[in-house]
């Protein structure tokens, strides 16, 4: 039997209506009632999943979406708690909203972020150190069977498709999305990415 991850990215923190910020690692704003949704549309859509490991993040948007998917499990594992997986800190754009994010550093920087995963000027990320976390994580549970839940963000979960030496993919993960990374022997292979259960 492989070793599958689900890496996750947890739901919804704004509904219709709100203003939207950049919401890092320093803002732990619990899921609004549209992520609330996701998550248990996610809960529904991995009830069926074996999960022998599950960890998110620290912070409360991403517990929530780990816990909610773990819901339908009568034996769910214990949901640890990894600090790598929190988010990146966004520096002086830390929720800020989006417009005011490109004044400060430009379109062309941020989209280098979303195409090569190039931090901007200012945002406090070690791209380096999360592959590294990334490989880390990989080498423990790949000799694991099963299915491992992990819930993060979008800025470190992206980082995965890196430590996989992945090409070609757009790295985003929207909200309630999930990739699939599977392990046949040592190498990972993506099975999917950026996919979202129906609501």
């Known amino acids: 039997m492989a070793?599958?991850?689900i890496i996750v990215r947890h739901g919804n923190t704004f509904d219709k209506g709100d203003v939207v910020t950049r919401v890092g690692g320093r803002t732990d704003l619990p899921l609004s009632l549209s992520g609330r949704a996701q998550a248990e549309a996610l809960g529904r859509h991995f009830a069926a999943s074996s999960f022998v490991t599950a960890r998110s993040g620290p912070l409360k948007r991403t517990r929530e979406t780990a816990t909610a998917i773990l819901a339908p499990h009568a034996e769910p594992p214990e949901l640890l708690t990894d600090l790598f997986l929190r988010?990146?800190?966004y520096g002086p754009d830390e929720n800020r909203p989006e417009d005011?994010?490109?004044?400060?550093?430009?379109?062309?920087?941020?989209d280098a972020w979303e195409r090569d995963f190039i931090p901007p000027p200012g945002w406090r990320v070690d791209p380096a150190a999360l592959v590294g976390n990334?490989?880390?994580l990989f080498a423990e549970l790949r000799n694991q069977p099963g299915d491992h839940l992990i819930v993060t963000s979008n800025g470190?979960?992206?980082?995965?498709?890196t430590a996989t030496g992945a090409r070609g993919l757009e790295g985003?993960?929207?909200?309630?999305a999930w990739?699939?990374?599977?392990?046949?022997?040592?190498?990972?292979?993506?099975?999917?990415w950026n996919r979202r259960p129906d609501i």
């Open 172 to 176: 985003k993960l929207a909200t309630g």
């Open 134 to 136: 990334w490989q880390q």
């Open 3 to 5: 070793s599958r991850l």
């Open 156 to 161: 470190i979960a992206r980082f995965a498709l």
């Open 87 to 89: 988010e990146i800190d």
């Open 100 to 110: 005011e994010v490109i004044a400060r550093i430009g379109k062309a920087a941020l």
């Open 179 to 192: 990739g699939e990374i599977l392990f046949v022997g040592e190498e990972p292979s993506i099975a999917c």
